[in-house]
């Protein structure tokens, strides 16, 4: 093993080891509900087009959603993914306008084959995560004063769910993959809010809530290559993901004139999941593709409660790599472009929001050849609810930067 490889796989275990994907990397006022903002399993590659992964058979970059996809690697290759993102929101209501920024590390993932009919992949991502602060103020009148009432709301929270797996495929029967992970979900989730008065004649009110949760789970795939003519082929993925309850306890303490503390266990659930997805590809030059995700949310439980909507989420993408061996530079780099549109699993003030994103990319390799290693870059747009109905209207701008390491590990030297 090369020196960079020890330290790719040093930087993978302390990574697991110190589970740095419970950091906080969203300012979602939105991430509030439930458990936090749903973040779909995508690498560099899978971002930049919309969030396509089904029916992707990534041959040079990881691709998580789908673990049929992992016995797309050749004999020879190892490969390591990471990436990091740069967030821009601004959130606008009826009554003003804020924006904020933060950053983060995201993900670490590996790849490697193990047979030509067998490969391999191990990774760390968020599958939700929570972060956000504000708060709002009223006045209205008085009846024990007389006068007028100001009442101050302040929410604050932090935290997620992170998802570390471990996963397998296999190709049983000519142009059919089908693979599996071990999905081990854990994380912690703090809520904090209070209200305020400015007349000592009110008491007021804080409130904590504390969600530790953890469970197993699997997620199943499968992929099929139909070959068409002239280096034209379209494959076909699916994925399946049993509904499975969380492990894990929920703490409450509200603080008035007294205390009350409220210990929830075991009422936590993670959706049933089903997503299918096609991709076509011409040669290794260009292709296009779609997703279809659904979420059974309407069947998790939640503090024992049902209270979530089922999620939709269309995607759609595409990639174009003018010439993979041209000595011109621009016509080695990947342009990418996609665009997704979800709903929201939790319910706002009675109402379903929904929510729109566009995404565009770079694939910069920095040498010529099969493998090279290639720096993505991924930039996403996305617009979340609404003004009217005592809604926010959420925009974020996210920058990702994403390396994909492809090193020559399993071949004979004769000298090292």
């Not at 302390?14 to 439930?34: D, E, K």
């Not at 992964?53 to 691709?63: E, V, W």
């Not at 003030?349 to 290693?373: D, M, Q």
């Amino acid at each position: 093993m090369s020196k960079k490889g020890l330290f790719i796989v040093s930087v993978f275990v302390w990574a697991c080891t110190f589970g740095i994907y419970s950091q906080n990397n969203t300012n979602s006022p939105y991430s509030r509900y439930g458990y936090g903002k749903i973040v779909d399993a995508g690498f560099g590659q899978n971002t930049s087009m919309g969030g396509i992964s089904y029916g992707l058979r990534a041959n040079k970059f990881i691709n998580p959603g789908n673990p049929a996809s992992f016995t797309a690697i050749d004999t020879l290759t190892f490969r390591f993914e990471a990436g990091a993102s740069l967030n821009f929101s601004s959130f606008e209501d009826a009554t003003g306008k804020q924006s904020k920024m933060n950053g983060n590390l995201e993900y670490l993932a590996l790849q490697f084959p193990i047979k030509n009919w067998l490969g391999f992949s191990a990774g760390l991502h968020p599958y939700s995560t929570v972060g956000y602060n504000f708060s709002s103020k009223e006045v209205k009148p008085s009846s024990i004063t007389s006068g007028t009432l100001e009442t101050k709301y302040m929410y604050q929270g932090i935290g997620g769910i992170t998802r570390l797996y471990l996963g397998t495929a296999i190709i049983p029967l000519e142009n059919l993959s089908l693979g599996a992970t071990l999905d081990i979900n854990f994380g912690t989730i703090n809520h904090f809010s209070s209200v305020s008065f400015n007349d000592k004649a009110y008491v007021p009110t804080t409130q904590s809530k504390k969600i530790s949760v953890s469970n197993l789970t699997t997620l199943l795939g499968a992929q099929y290559t139909l070959l068409l003519q002239k280096e034209q082929k379209i494959t076909l993925g699916a994925v399946f993901q049993p509904k499975i309850a969380f492990g894990g306890d929920a703490e409450q303490t509200v603080i008035t004139t007294d205390t009350i503390k409220i210990t929830d266990n075991n009422y936590f659930d993670s959706p049933l999941a089903i997503g299918v997805g096609a991709v076509y590809s011409l040669s290794d030059k260009f292709l296009a593709g779609f997703d279809y995700k659904y979420q059974a949310w309407s069947d998790v439980r939640y503090f024992g409660d049902k209270p979530f909507n089922d999620r939709n989420k269309f995607s759609i993408g595409m990639e174009y790599q003018p010439n993979n061996n041209s000595k011109n530079y621009l016509k080695r780099v990947y342009y990418r472009i996609g665009a997704n549109y979800s709903n929201s699993y939790p319910k706002v003030n009675g109402h379903e929001l929904n929510e729109y994103g566009v995404s565009a990319g770079f694939g910069l390799p920095l040498k010529r050849g099969l493998n090279p290693t290639v720096v993505n870059t991924v930039f996403e747009y996305c617009d979340i609810g609404t003004k009217s109905n005592g809604l926010i209207k959420e925009q974020y701008f996210k920058f990702t930067l994403n390396m994909t390491i492809n090193e020559r590990w399993f071949m004979t030297r004769k000298f090292e």
